[in-house]
């Protein structure tokens, strides 16, 4: 596993050691479904994994090292691919025994991958049958833990949604100092010039940019990941907040940490795909 470590002081009276992975991108599919998916899900093997079960593999390890080593295991989305029966078994049969805290990311809501806009009403219709297969909440979950409220939050197409901010300022009123975990990382200048300047991609893919630097991305993409003053004006107050002690985030594949507020920093991890992994731990 490539395992980076973070250590954050905080003042606990004991601490708390979690281990934080995402996007695995399980992409298994059977007769279950139709032809189409399963050619999909050789597709997807081959981009992820070389068609090999190296994903599945990965994830089992990350679950046998937070067993070993950790308090608990946090995944921020991105487990499986697409929705199919079998990745569906997959998550339940594998991770149902297991401790877990897991926050959706874009692709459990993906029927077909790439198929369609990407908005509430096709995460809706995704939704309930995804949802069977996790044992929490996939869109908004919290647990105290040691002291610390680790708090998950569905910010996966780029927006947040109304009824999470408010689930969210109630957490807030525990007093407790707050991990975030969240899919999409949250803009800051740093990542912004990595994923754009550094990587040479044509849009950052991540939340909360301002209008002026996404102006130039094509319009689908402009359209997607533009923030609304409600995705804005949360953005402000969760920075704003001296509780939240950092954030951690997936969904690039690819490690990054940057400050995001004055109390703050936003971690990024690598692909659970390729077995990269942050053992976070808290003190
Ligand atoms: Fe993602």
């Known amino acids: 596993m490539g395992i980076k470590k973070i250590g954050l002081h905080i003042g606990l009276q004991s601490p708390v050691k979690l281990l934080h992975i995402s996007d695995t991108h399980l992409s298994f599919a059977d007769s279950r ?31 046998d090292y937070a067993v070993e080593h950790c308090d608990l295991l946090v995944h921020t989305g991105d487990l499986i691919d697409f929705v199919s029966y079998r990745n569906l078994d997959l998550v339940k049969g594998i991770m149902g025994d297991l401790d877990y805290f897991f926050v959706a990311g874009n692709h459990e809501f993906s029927k077909y991958v790439g198929e369609a806009v990407e908005d509430e009403a096709y995460k809706q219709d995704s939704l309930p049958l995804v949802q069977q297969a996790f044992k929490h909440d996939i869109r908004f979950c919290s647990r105290v833990v040691g002291g610390l409220n680790l708090v998950g939050l569905d910010n996966s197409y780029y927006h947040f949604n109304r009824e999470h901010i408010e689930l969210f300022k109630a957490e807030v009123l525990k007093g407790l100092p707050i991990i975030l975990f969240v899919h999409n990382p949250f803009y800051t200048e740093e990542l912004f010039d990595e994923c754009i300047r550094v990587r040479g991609n044509s849009y950052a893919s991540i939340m909360g940019c301002p209008d002026d630097l996404i102006a130039g991305y094509s319009k689908d993409r402009f359209e997607q990941q533009r923030a609304t003053n409600e995705d804005r004006a949360m953005i402000d107050y969760l920075k704003s907040l001296s509780l939240i002690k950092a954030v951690f985030a997936g969904h690039l594949h690819y490690f990054h940490e940057s400050q995001w507020s004055d109390t703050a920093r936003q971690y990024v991890v690598g692909g659970n795909f390729s077995g990269d992994a942050h053992e976070i731990v808290i003190t």
Not at 45 to 57: D, P, V, W
């Open 33 to 63: 479904d139709d032809a189409r998916k399963q050619k999909l899900a050789e597709k997807r093997s081959q981009l992820f994994e070389n068609g090999t079960h190296a994903c599945l593999i990965h994830l089992l390890n990350a679950m």
